[in-house]
């Protein structure tokens, strides 16, 4: 699903962010993208989602290699990839529904399909019920799951988050990643970066560590942090 052969990613400044990197995801896998701030995880994200460009190397997602994809294709090339972020990003001037639609509209999609997918979605993070709110009358717990209804409303293969439970505390972190494994269980790819020791210690599933652009551990689902 997602393949990096070989991938440099240096930044106009010369910091070299990813370096060499190799790493495989298969269909159907939740990993955790850990390490310390500035180990590339975000990089690594954005190159998934061609916010960045790699600098050398090759990167296949869903099949494409990204190289190969021109600038005004980026849009549609995106839509195969659900993004969460720990600030949501939500529009607050905006009703619930209106913010999950947002994909939904920017990509063309007729009004009836729009309202039958964004309650899919809403009701998939629990939050059916609540599209006319506007997300400061939401706590922040169902602002995260607005952002997660967001990033899958369209459906994606894929779905990456960038330390999604950075502002949540244990419990509403759970809630987070179980709302992420539901959506697995119906196929989607998950990749979560993240240095939540809590949700490391609480999902067993596969852990991919860099430091310094490099990936330093590869411990696979089922195989505690502690054992390593
Ligand atoms: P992480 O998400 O693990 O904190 P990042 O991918 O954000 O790591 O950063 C990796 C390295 O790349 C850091 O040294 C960071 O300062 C640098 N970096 C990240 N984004 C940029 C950018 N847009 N321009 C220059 N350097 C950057
Ligand atoms: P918050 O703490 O963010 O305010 P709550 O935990 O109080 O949210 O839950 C608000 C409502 O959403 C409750 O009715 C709860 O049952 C429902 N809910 C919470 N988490 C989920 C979830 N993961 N999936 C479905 N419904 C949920």
Do not use: W
């Not at 999902?203 to 991919?208: A, C, D, E, G, K």
């Amino acid at each position: 699903m997602i393949r990096f052969d070989h991938v440099f990613k240096r930044y106009p400044n010369g910091r070299e962010a990813l370096s060499d990197l190799s790493l495989e995801i298969e269909s159907g896998e939740v990993v955790f993208l850990t390490g310390h701030s500035g180990a590339g995880k975000s990089s690594l994200l954005k190159l998934i989602s061609l916010i960045e460009r790699p600098t050398r190397g090759q990167l296949i997602v869903n099949g494409q290699n990204v190289n190969g994809v021109k600038r005004s294709k980026v849009p549609a090339f995106r839509r195969q990839i659900g993004m969460v972020f720990q600030d949501h990003k939500l529009l607050h001037d905006r009703t619930i529904f209106d913010n999950v639609a947002l994909p939904l509209i920017i990509a063309g999609v007729g009004t009836k399909e729009i309202g039958k997918r964004v309650r899919a979605a809403l009701d998939q993070v629990g939050l059916l019920g609540r599209e006319n709110s506007v997300p400061l009358e939401l706590s922040t717990g169902e602002q995260q799951r607005v952002g997660i209804a967001r990033a899958v409303v369209s459906k994606p293969p894929v779905l990456i988050a960038d330390e999604p439970t950075g502002n949540l505390d244990p419990e509403l972190s759970l809630e987070v990643m179980n709302i992420f494994r539901r959506f697995n269980e119906v196929g989607v790819t998950v990749l979560v970066a993240s240095h939540d020791l809590y949700l490391l210690e609480h999902f067993p599933v596969r852990r991919v560590r860099l430091e310094g652009g490099r990936i330093v551990d590869d411990i696979p689902a089922g195989v505690s942090a502690g054992e390593k």
